[in-house]
Nanobody, 115 residues
Framework: QVQLVESGGGLVQAGGSLRLSCAASRSLRSIDTMGWYREAPGKQREFVAISISGGIATYAGSVKGRFTMSRDNAENTMYLQMSSLKPEDTAVYYC?????????WGQGNQVTVSS
């Protein structure tokens, strides 16, 4: 099972930017699917972005045009660049990976957007 370690969350004002990182324990090329989810207080975890086999990412409508998913295969790291942040983007963000018929999750990273 792949291990995922996240970093990069924090507090930012509305309109600002943050980049989340998700470092994997092995080559991203060996991972079928990678993505990002978020969980706001009192709400269910929701889909943010996904990339299958390193292809073009698909985004939730609420973040499309503001968030960009990317990867650095040499560093075995996936990123989520978040721009034009809104207070409603406040949540704990999780990266995940699907490989060898198993899902793995990062530890979660708090992102707080103040108005």
């Amino acid at each position: 099972q792949v291990q995922l370690v996240e970093s990069g969350g924090g507090l930012v004002q509305a309109g600002g930017s943050l980049r989340l990182s998700c470092a994997a324990s092995r080559s991203l090329r060996s991972i079928d699917t990678m993505g990002w989810y978020r969980e706001a207080p009192g709400k269910q975890r929701e889909f943010v972005a996904i990339s299958i086999s390193g292809g073009i990412a698909t985004y939730a409508g609420s973040v499309k045009g503001r968030f960009t998913m990317s990867r650095d295969n040499a560093e075995n790291t996936m990123y989520l660049q978040m721009s034009s942040l809104k207070p409603e983007d406040t949540a704990v963000y999780y990266c995940n990976a699907y490989s060898e018929s198993m899902w793995s999750w990062g530890q979660g990273n708090q992102v707080t957007v103040s108005s």
